[in-house]
């Protein structure tokens, strides 16, 4: 079976302005990818490409078997899309939304199924205009699920929410998974993406910079892992180590992290030294990203 998304060497532009760049782009059935870049990075037009909401300059696209720019209208039966931003029907209760939303296609999923897969069962008789910003969140998600599309589109889906309405998203967007559903997810979250995605794409300058998970991403970009303590008064400096703003660093290569931890330690204990604070951090995605982007070079 052919893969939901296939992207071969695409390419828009606008006059002379080029912006996206001849890019080649993968989603696998039942995977959830995490398209990232900075703003103004070619991101949002890729992504209205596969949509079907914008044509392309050049290259080949195949969405669910279809070429988005001329693909039928049971195709758009397939999909669901998350906007950044919508608002839902005040007046309508979020079932009734879900029911008036069911009406236009020829197999939609149970409102209630949809409604517990999302979380508003118990909010499901109150008027949209009464939802709170995450509920009506929610709601936008259950409007593109039910469909039952077999590919969705998120677009920050959880942007403005707060830690604890972020980490409820996630479990939705974890739930996707469960059903199978193929999800392309774009966010400026590091976290959201190295807790959802199965894959990373990153792209900047209109061109795709990074492809793998975020461990992958590491090795391409080379991050190092840090090693720290407190800098107390008096305690002798370990070889290597850098002081910086009252703590002893060192950055090591991935896989050299664990023999120069047990070199620390092993120091520590000859010399009686106290390592307060000891923290080992291996790079995290939001250091990587920034590494791949370079974002005040972003030109597109």
């Known amino acids: 079976m052919a893969n939901p998304i296939e992207v071969k060497n695409l390419s828009k532009s606008y006059g002379d302005f080029h912006a996206v760049k001849g890019i080649d782009l993968t989603v696998g059935e039942g995977e959830i990818l995490a398209f990232l870049g900075p703003n103004g990075a070619g991101k949002t037009t890729t992504i209205e ?9 050049g290259g080949d696209v195949s969405v669910l078997g279809h070429d988005p720019q001329s693909a039928p209208l049971a195709w758009r039966e397939r999909i669901g899309i998350v906007l950044q931003e919508s608002e839902p029907i005040a007046e309508l209760t979020a079932r009734e939304s879900l029911v008036m939303q069911a ?3 020829s197999q939609p999923r149970n409102p209630d199924e ?3 897969i999302v979380g508003l069962t118990e909010s499901s008789d109150v008027r949209s205009r009464k939802l709170s910003g995450g509920q009506k969140r929610r709601l936008d998600l ?4 039910i469909g039952n599309p077999e590919l969705v589109f998120l677009d920050e889906p959880t942007t403005g929410f707060d ?3 972020r980490r409820e ?3 939705m967007v974890e739930a996707l998974r469960d059903l199978g559903t193929t999800v392309l997810l774009t966010t400026h979250y590091m976290d959201e ?13 209109g061109a795709i910079v990074a492809k793998g998970t975020a461990a992958e991403l590491a090795d391409q970009v080379q991050a190092k892992t840090k090693i720290s303590w407190s800098a107390s008064p008096g305690t002798i400096h370990f070889e290597s180590a850098q002081l910086l703003d009252n703590e002893h660093v060192l950055e090591v290569e991935k896989n050299q992290a664990e ?5 620390l330690l092993t120091w520590a204990r000859h010399n009686n030294v106290a390592l307060e604070g000891l923290r080992v951090a291996p790079p995290n995605l939001e250091e990587i990203y920034l590494l791949l982007t370079n974002e005040e070079h972003a030109d597109v």
């Open 163 to 165: 830690p604890s309405a």
């Open 114 to 116: 949809v409604l517990e």
């Open 142 to 145: 259950a409007l593109a699920l």
């Open 49 to 57: 490409i596969l949509e079907g909401y914008r044509k392309r300059s």
């Open 259 to 263: 023999a120069k931890l047990y070199e």
């Open 103 to 105: 009406a236009y296609y």
């Open 169 to 171: 998203s996630w479990a």
């Open 193 to 205: 993406a190295e807790h959802l995605a199965d894959k990373i794409v990153v792209i900047a300058g």
